[in-house]
């Protein structure tokens, strides 16, 4: 039980380290805000050609793409572009390596729940909207949408909250976000606390997504 | 074409692709052992979590609950990590294949028990009344009645669940772990070339790019069943 105090909950690790740690935190908050946006724009953009388009070859790449990327695990992604990508003499910076792999890697993922969304909604929706008047993307952009976004919000925060998570792998790159900084720290102070502090960190900031999102999705079957 | 040739040299060259074809080869072993050892602890956990949860006792709903938050809240290589570099500090060593497999099956579990569960709660009330009337015992109630129904409609949910747990096996590399990322890593800096990330890379595809399509093919045929 003392080891377990000494080792995992050291209260003076934490007071030392805690600073620090924060500024990680807040490093893996303002990278998630980053990257969720971007896959989430790129994910309903392929969403919305794959759904609209009558061609069937370009269905077929997208479904390609999207697969291609579920596949993969976003780690040997990263790593691919990160440590692959300069022997072309390209030089690329963490960041862009990183904010790069997560595009291609969450876009699909949004692509799906997007496109499920997208089906989701009436062919009628976008019939009567078109018939109103109204273009076909003005039907898409204030019927269609809005209507598939709500339809698979649950899905969404649990996508977004899977990204925040995901922001761990930025530390391989040496990416200072919280998981990063915590290993740092343990190296300066042989002591694990601050793992085990960042553990904590991650569960306070994660923990009521989780929650709210259990709700979410279980007001969502009601209402259906 | 100079660049093409360069391109070629740099990530499709065949001299290095055969001098450490064999090291990604043997890291594919690990990494499909590995995924289906995960797969079959998170899953047999996951259910029996789920099944403890149906005899609503408060002191093991409880634990239950706060283990798929906690599991569901942490990224999973904060808890390898934890595992593996935390724990010897408290006597509790482990090498990095058990630590990535106890910290991945857990996680694994959280999800499979709330999917089950959300799964049972979906049964309307009247199926469980039924059989018990009938004379069947709890047990055999939701052995025969209520597990068929609720695993069936979590097979998606369980399906995407399967494939971004098992996608995470390449997270061992981070503890060394002799996988397919960490093999090309390492081949890939001793021959000062990226072609065995190219390798690893394809290696990846070849083991779960049948996962993601047959993951595709079940939730379609499960969707033309109902």
């Given at each position: 039980?003392?080891?377990?105090?000494?080792?995992?909950?050291?209260?003076?690790?934490?007071?030392?380290?805690?600073?620090?740690?924060?500024?990680?935190?807040?490093t893996?908050?303002?990278?998630?805000?980053?990257?969720?946006?971007?896959?989430?724009?790129?994910g309903?953009?392929i969403?919305?050609?794959?759904?609209?388009?009558?061609?069937?070859?370009?269905?077929?790449?997208?479904?390609?793409?999207?697969?291609?990327?579920?596949?993969?695990?976003?780690?040997?992604?990263?790593?691919f572009?990160y440590?692959?990508v300069?022997?072309?003499?390209?030089?690329?910076?963490?960041?862009?390596?990183?904010?790069?792999?997560?595009?291609?890697?969450?876009?699909?993922?949004?692509?799906?729940?997007?496109?499920?969304?997208?089906?989701?909604?009436?062919?009628?929706?976008?019939?009567a909207?078109?018939?109103?008047?109204?273009?076909?993307?003005?039907?898409?952009?204030?019927?269609?949408?809005?209507?598939?976004?709500?339809?698979?919000?649950?899905?969404?925060?649990?996508?977004?909250?899977?990204?925040?998570k995901?922001?761990?792998?930025?530390?391989?790159?040496?990416?200072?976000e919280?998981?990063?900084?915590a290993?740092?720290?343990?190296?300066?102070v042989?002591?694990?606390?601050?793992?085990?502090?960042?553990?904590?960190?991650?569960?306070?900031?994660?923990?009521?997504?989780v929650?709210?999102?259990?709700?979410?999705?279980?007001?969502?079957?009601q209402?259906? | 074409?100079e660049?093409?040739?360069?391109?070629?040299?740099?990530?499709?060259?065949?001299?290095?692709?055969?001098r450490?074809?064999p090291?990604?080869?043997?890291?594919m072993?690990?990494?499909?052992?590995?995924?289906l050892?995960?797969?079959?602890?998170?899953l047999?956990?996951?259910l029996?979590?789920a099944?403890?949860r149906?005899?609503?006792?408060?002191?093991?709903?409880?634990?239950?609950?706060?283990?798929a938050?906690?599991?569901?809240?942490?990224?999973?290589?904060?808890?390898?990590?934890?595992?593996?570099?935390?724990?010897?500090?408290?006597?509790?060593?482990?090498?990095?294949?058990?630590a990535t497999?106890?910290?991945?099956?857990?996680?694994l579990?959280?999800?499979?028990?709330?999917?089950?569960?959300?799964?049972?709660?979906?049964?309307?009330?009247?199926?469980?009344?039924?059989?018990?009337s009938?004379?069947?015992?709890?047990?055999?109630?939701?052995?025969f009645?209520?597990l068929?129904?609720?695993?069936?409609?979590?097979?998606?949910?369980?399906?995407?669940?399967?494939?971004?747990?098992?996608?995470?096996?390449?997270?061992?590399?981070?503890?060394?772990?002799?996988?397919?990322l960490?093999?090309?890593?390492?081949a890939?800096?001793?021959a000062?070339?990226?072609?065995?990330?190219?390798?690893?890379?394809?290696?990846?595809l070849?083991?779960?790019?049948?996962?993601?399509?047959?993951?595709?093919?079940?939730?379609?045929?499960w969707?033309?069943?109902?």
């Amino acid at each position: 039980m003392d080891a377990i105090l000494q080792n995992f909950f050291n209260l003076a690790v934490y007071r030392d380290v805690f600073g620090f740690l924060l500024r990680g935190l807040w490093t893996t908050v303002w990278l998630s805000l980053l990257v969720i946006p971007i896959g989430a724009a790129s994910g309903l953009v392929i969403a919305v050609a794959a759904t609209q388009t009558r061609r069937r070859w370009v269905r077929f790449l997208l479904a390609a793409y999207v697969d291609f990327f579920r596949a993969f695990p976003p780690l040997v992604l990263l790593i691919f572009i990160y440590y692959g990508v300069p022997f072309l003499g390209i030089d690329l910076p963490k960041l862009m390596a990183v904010a790069i792999g997560f595009m291609l890697n969450n876009s699909s993922y949004y692509a799906e729940v997007f496109r499920a969304g997208i089906e989701s909604v009436p062919g009628g929706q976008a019939e009567a909207a078109r018939s109103t008047g109204l273009t076909r993307m003005q039907a898409l952009r204030h019927v269609v949408i809005p209507q598939a976004t709500r339809n698979v919000l649950p899905d969404l925060v649990g996508n977004s909250i899977e990204v925040v998570k995901l922001t761990t792998i930025a530390s391989v790159v040496a990416i200072p976000e919280l998981l990063r900084v915590a290993r740092d720290a343990q190296s300066l102070v042989y002591n694990p606390s601050p793992i085990v502090l960042a553990a904590l960190m991650y569960l306070a900031l994660l923990w009521p997504l989780v929650r709210w999102l259990s709700r979410l999705e279980h007001r969502h079957v009601q209402a259906r | 074409m100079e660049w093409f040739d360069r391109l070629v040299f740099t990530f499709f060259n065949a001299g290095v692709a055969a001098r450490y074809l064999p090291d990604i080869v043997k890291g594919m072993g690990v990494t499909v052992a590995l995924g289906l050892c995960v797969v079959a602890a998170g899953l047999v956990l996951g259910l029996l979590l789920a099944v403890l949860r149906t005899l609503h006792r408060p002191w093991l709903t409880l634990p239950i609950v706060a283990f798929a938050d906690i599991l569901r809240a942490l990224p999973p290589l904060v808890v390898i990590i934890v595992l593996f570099f935390a724990f010897p500090y408290i006597e509790l060593s482990m090498s990095s294949f058990t630590a990535t497999w106890i910290a991945l099956s857990l996680v694994l579990a959280a999800y499979a028990e709330e999917s089950i569960w959300a799964g049972l709660l979906a049964l309307p009330r009247g199926q469980s009344e039924a059989a018990r009337s009938t004379g069947m015992s709890w047990w055999r109630t939701l052995r025969f009645v209520l597990l068929p129904q609720a695993l069936r409609i979590a097979v998606p949910a369980l399906t995407n669940r399967v494939i971004s747990i098992t996608k995470n096996t390449a997270l061992g590399s981070v503890v060394a772990l002799n996988e397919v990322l960490n093999n090309a890593q390492s081949a890939s800096s001793n021959a000062g070339n990226p072609t065995p990330l190219t390798l690893g890379a394809v290696a990846y595809l070849i083991i779960f790019l049948p996962v993601v399509l047959g993951a595709r093919w079940l939730e379609t045929r499960w969707r033309w069943k109902r």
